[in-house]
């Protein structure tokens, strides 16, 4: 028998009748015939010579008599206050955040394994057994702090029901909020007000990333905006993501959860100076009170950014080498109209405007003609292609299949690395594909890992 298995009801029976004129010799060999030592035989038998046949019966509970690290139940109250103070107040409660957050009011707080048992014995925890393990996600981060920045806009609604947007604009390396700017809309202006705002607090940064929105980059579609033309006056890079591919801007878009979690426990703003003044109040929280834990260590937003030297800034580039600003497009012409929209000799802004005549197809420049293929394509870039008759683009040697309702249209081929994405020229993804074997001749559109499906 196992030393550690409890013995038999059976046996334990047997030993608490055993006879006291029992032979000599008999003891030992019960034992060996039933695998138990002598000392438990007699353990039992004066179990039961002291509490009763009854109690021998039942082996003793091995339970310690004390547990210096069970957690009582006062603690345990503790920290479910402190989970729903945070949870009040708009900021995040999961088991880490209340770690730390009693760790920083100096109380005692038990691992974070053990808040995590807390809350679901409580039933006050969010069960999410489909959610990806943090140790799986794999983060880029820039090497110091204004290496890069992200902005970005989001809709968000006041009394009556009025929406407006807030813009954040926010350090890649550090996580810290750089600015915010609260407008009506989401236009070129507001977007060139909030990085303003930053920069004159910050400093100028290497790199701007925004989405492809027509307030802030449009430069994929085919024109240069307020916002590309002054950050590149100041030596900045701008850059975008691809289209629909908002993971890119995820610091940004994870941001934006933050903070709507945190303005709906806060009373809903009548006008955009209380919502500007909620939002600046956030931004202090979460720069300097809230511990980030996408951050080595869990340290706040300020103290990755005060860790770290800042980046160098730009050179500002000549004014030689600025892109001109484009437009969407030339002058249109109204539906059946003989002349132009703008009349030669026109007055406007208080300048003398003169229509130039539309060009002949001998007059245009034939280097401007858009193919349909690349026959040598970089290791990553973007071109505007005229999608062939049946439907298809060459790239390389290969034939990428958009279907046949796109033949004759332009479109815009980004690639990199990975993959080759194609979209239309308003930003809408049309497919997406993963390079395929060197030699492949034809990809078709199910091969698309990403399509437009109407």
Known sequence: MNRNEPVNARIRLAIAQ??????????????????????????????ARDEGQAAALEPRSRRPKTSPTKLTE????????????????????????VHDKMVSLKMQAPSIASLARIFREKNVARLEPKKKPRASYRRFVYPAPNACWQLDATEYVLTGGRKCVIFQLQDDHSRRALATHVASGETSEAALAVVKKGIGAHGVPQRLLTDNGMALNPSRRGWEGQLVTYVSSLGVEPITGKPYKP?????????????????????????HGELQAQV?????????????????????????????AIAEAPRPKPVSDLPEPRGPGPVAQLPG???????????????????????TPQETDPSQ??????????????????VYPNGVV???????????????????????????????????????????????AYVGISKARTRYRK
Request: aromatic share 8%; hydrophobic share 35%.
């Open 18 to 47: 055993w006879p006291d004129d029992a032979p000599r010799g008999s003891v030992t060999t019960f034992c060996d015939e039933h695998g138990i030592t002598r000392k438990t035989f007699y353990a039992i038998r004066a179990r």
């Open 247 to 271: 993971t890119t801007q995820g610091k940004n878009e994870r941001f934006h959860q933050t903070l709507f979690r945190w303005l709906d426990k806060q009373p809903l703003a009548q006008t």
């Open 337 to 359: 109209a003989t002349e132009p929209v703008v009349d030669a000799g026109t007055e406007t802004a208080g300048r003398t405007t003169t229509a130039l005549p539309a060009p």
């Open 74 to 97: 006062d603690l345990k109250q503790d920290a479910l206050k402190v989970r729903a103070a945070l949870e009040s107040s708009g900021l995040d409660h999961g088991p880490i955040s």
């Open 369 to 386: 003609k858009i193919s349909g293929s690349i026959a040598h394509p970089a290791v990553t870039g973007s071109q505007k292609l005229r």
């Open 280 to 308: 600046d109040r956030f931004d202090l929280i979460y720069n300097t009170e809230r511990p980030h834990q996408g951050l080595p260590g869990r340290i706040t937003p300020q103290q990755s950014w005060d860790a770290t």
């Open 394 to 440: 060459s790239i390389g040697r290969t034939l990428f299949s958009l279907t046949k309702r796109m033949g004759g249209r332009i479109v815009i081929a980004d690639w990199d690395l990975e993959g080759i994405l194609f979209a239309s020229t308003e930003g809408e993804v049309i497919a997406e594909y993963f390079w395929p074997p060197e030699g492949t």
